[in-house]
């Protein structure tokens, strides 16, 4: 079946530092991807999607290219700041519809 | 647009009570999911709604159920709850079923005592 696969947290980084939160998947076909954000005591944000390969999603400075050679999804981000501290998710939607989401990274950032 | 609203926010029951959680969807939104989420299992599925009909289901007991109305809200239900029932339970809203975005409630945070 389906599967998602993040590294394990938490990262930890300094403000302006550069994130990659790497991500891997395991479909029969040709998903959806998308990352999700969750901030402290709030519910899950859609962060960016791409939806074939080569594509590359992009919001608030973050970016994510789907690569199909590799199956994965990393999410990446040029200079972080304090309020980029939040858990995120790799997630992958298929002909189920139902996403299929990896365990969530925390991300730390200190000032 | 406002948001996905869940209510309550906060619950706190016994073990072997039953409890009631209700999700208000984005205005237009037919489809609707429910999530549990907790430390050690992360996000897991429950179910999916469409036009007042299951369509999808997770694996979970059947102590947990749900329905949807015809404005598109969705209540779920969890009877003779478990200590292992504590859990943020997250609701989810889609356009329909060709979307595969989701638009995330705040949750609920159920306590099982």
């Known amino acids: 079946g389906d599967s998602v696969t993040q590294m394990e947290g938490p990262v930890t980084l300094s403000e302006e530092a550069f994130l990659t939160i790497n991500c891997t998947y395991t479909a029969t076909g040709y998903p959806s991807l998308f990352w999700y954000v969750q901030y402290p005591g709030e519910g899950l944000q859609l962060l960016l999607k791409a939806t074939k390969a080569d594509d590359k999603g992009s919001n608030k400075g973050f970016e994510a290219t789907y690569r199909k050679e590799t199956t994965s999804f990393h999410l990446e981000k040029g200079s972080v700041q304090v309020s980029d501290s939040a858990v995120y998710f790799c997630?992958?939607?298929?002909?189920?519809?139902?996403?299929?989401f990896g365990r969530g990274t925390s991300l730390i950032v200190h000032p | 647009k406002a948001g996905v609203t869940q209510t309550p926010r906060y619950l706190i029951k016994t073990r072997g009570q039953q409890v009631t959680l209700s999700c208000s969807p984005i205005?237009?939104?037919?489809?609707v999911s429910w999530y549990q989420q907790t430390p050690g299992q992360g996000l897991q599925f429950l179910f999916e709604?469409?036009?007042?009909?299951?369509?999808n289901k997770g694996n979970f007991p059947g102590r947990f159920s749900g329905r949807q109305f015809s404005n598109s809200r969705s209540e779920m239900n969890v009877s003779t709850l478990e200590l292992g029932d504590s859990a943020l339970y997250l609701c989810?809203?889609?356009?329909?079923?060709?979307?595969?975005?989701?638009?995330f409630g705040p949750g609920t945070r159920l306590t099982v005592t």
């Open positions: 205005s237009g939104h037919r489809s």
């Open positions: 709604y469409f036009s007042e009909t299951q369509r």
């Open positions: 997630a992958l939607s298929e002909r189920s519809y139902i996403p299929t």
């Open positions: 989810a809203s889609s356009p329909d079923r060709s979307s595969y975005e989701q638009y």
